[in-house]
């Protein structure tokens, strides 16, 4: 196991859609194991393969920060079945430096996928658990959580990731606290 480096937007690996995973073996075992040591280093609650340089549908997912891994989320291809009802919760991402901002979901998902000792699952989530769900599957289809926002908040991210990036202060950008 590895720490992996977390891609940073504006890089074009996280707007392209992952590839579905077809053959679920040790190796991948061991990249979503290096996937779960960086989201925890990170800090981080979740984070997507696509966020690390990998086009596979796999997310990891612990929204348990007093018991970490002991609600410990390792999904394979997984897929929103259902939504219920509607929450604004404010996101802020491993990938997307500096920046937070408030984003509406689904208050309440259902998740079908599979883990990584080749079993189905399904999972009924609410409220955190539900919005870092979605916040993750987005990312596996090559969306950010800065593209739920309005144009203008985004164009205004834009702009000060531009500046960011013409006074060199992008690399040394930390991450926002509020992590999905």
């Known amino acids: ?6 891609r940073k937007f504006p890089d074009p690996v996280l707007k ?7 053959n679920i073996d040790g190796k991948l075992a061991g990249f979503i194991d290096s996937m779960v040591q960086t989201m925890y280093a ?8 696509p966020q690390v340089g990998e086009s596979s ?4 997912i612990d929204v348990d920060h007093d018991n970490p891994g002991k609600k410990l989320l390792k999904l394979i291809n ?6 219920h009802g509607s929450i604004v919760w404010e996101e802020g991402c491993l990938s997307v430096v500096d920046f937070t901002a408030d984003v509406k979901r689904a208050r309440e998902v ?8 080749q079993e189905e699952v399904e999972i009924e989530a609410d409220d955190l658990l539900a919005v870092a769900l979605q916040h993750e599957i987005d990312h596996l289809e090559g969306r950010l959580f800065i593209d739920r926002i309005s144009r203008i908040k985004r164009e205004l991210y834009r702009r000060k990731l531009k500046k960011m990036m013409r006074d060199g202060e992008f690399e040394k ?3 926002p606290s509020v992590l999905i």
């Open 16 to 22: 392209e859609p992952a590839r579905p995973v077809e």
């Open 57 to 60: 549908r796999v997310i990891v």
């Open 78 to 83: 997984p897929q929103i079945v259902e939504t």
């Open 110 to 117: 259902l998740v079908r996928a599979w883990t990584p000792e």
């Open 42 to 49: 990170a800090p981080g609650v979740g984070l997507a393969a």
């Open 1 to 6: 196991m590895a720490l992996l480096k977390i």
């Open 173 to 175: 950008a930390k991450s």
